[in-house]
């Protein structure tokens, strides 16, 4: 599985923007995805994941409420739909495929997942 995600943009605070993470490759329907963001000089870290049916999402508590993730397994894309964005959002986003299929969670941590996209800069002006 290979995943590309969307270019992200210059947003104001308040504002909302939706990412996107297209997968090429059969087999992308079989495996959860998460989508991480790292600021400078920090970790990467979890933000938001779907497990490979879309069954069950999981946020970290940074975006609880405010973000949004989906999946389309038709289309092989997942989203992440980020509204009411704030400063501290800014970081570069990424998308990156479960290393397992048919998980019936999604994983927090970065080891635990494969088929990194390449990044996507959000940056937040106050």
């Known amino acids: 599985v290979q995943l590309q995600a969307s270019a992200g943009g210059l947003v104001q605070a308040g504002g909302s923007l939706r990412l996107s993470c297209a997968a090429s490759?059969?087999?992308?329907?079989?495996?959860?995805v998460g989508w991480f963001r790292q600021a400078p000089g920090k970790e990467r870290d979890f933000v938001a994941g779907i497990t490979w049916n879309g069954g069950r999402t999981y946020y970290a508590d940074s975006v609880k409420g405010r973000f949004t993730i989906s999946r389309d397994n038709a289309e092989n894309v997942v989203y992440l739909q980020m509204n009411s964005l704030k400063p501290e959002d800014t970081a570069v986003y990424y998308c990156?495929?479960?290393?397992?299929?048919?998980?019936?969670?999604?994983?927090?941590?970065?080891?635990?997942?494969?088929?990194w996209g390449q990044g996507t800069q959000l940056t937040v002006s106050s």
């Open positions: 990156a495929a479960d290393s397992a299929p048919w998980r019936a969670t999604v994983p927090t941590g970065t080891d635990n997942f494969r088929s």
């Open positions: 490759g059969r087999t992308f329907s079989n495996f959860g």
